[in-house]
């Protein structure tokens, strides 16, 4: 099993700047996706951003520019940058990370248990 630690979260003002990051733990063969997706109050969750094991990136439209996604494989963690932060980033924030499981032989999706970040004056 996989776990996903995260951490990072906060209250900023609008303009400011967030780091999230979420370390992977347990007993981990190989991750190839890491990412981090949110949710709002009413709403559904949505993407943020990705990163694939050799660091190619996807970005939201409403993210891009402000917010950076990294990852480091020797710690299995991947990071948030976030700048310029507005009230509409708002949300709780879920790291995902895509892993291989030798029970099923299939790569599966985990989930971090969400971080609040609020941005308001």
């Known amino acids: 099993q996989v776990q996903l630690v995260g951490s990072g979260g906060g209250l900023v003002q609008p303009g400011g700047s967030l780091r999230l990051s979420c370390a992977a733990t347990?007993?981990?063969?190989?991750?190839?996706?890491m990412g981090w997706y949110r949710q709002a109050p009413g709403k559904q969750r949505e993407l943020v951003a990705t990163i694939t094991g050799d660091r190619r990136t996807n970005y939201a439209d409403s993210v891009k520019g402000r917010f950076t996604i990294s990852r480091d494989n020797s710690k299995n963690t991947v990071y948030l940058q976030m700048n310029s932060l507005k009230p509409e980033d708002t949300a709780v924030y879920y790291c995902n990370a895509r892993s291989w499981r030798l029970d099923v032989a299939d790569w599966y999706d985990y989930w971090g248990p969400g971080t609040q970040v609020t941005i308001s004056s």
């Open positions: 347990g007993t981990i063969f190989s991750i190839k996706d």
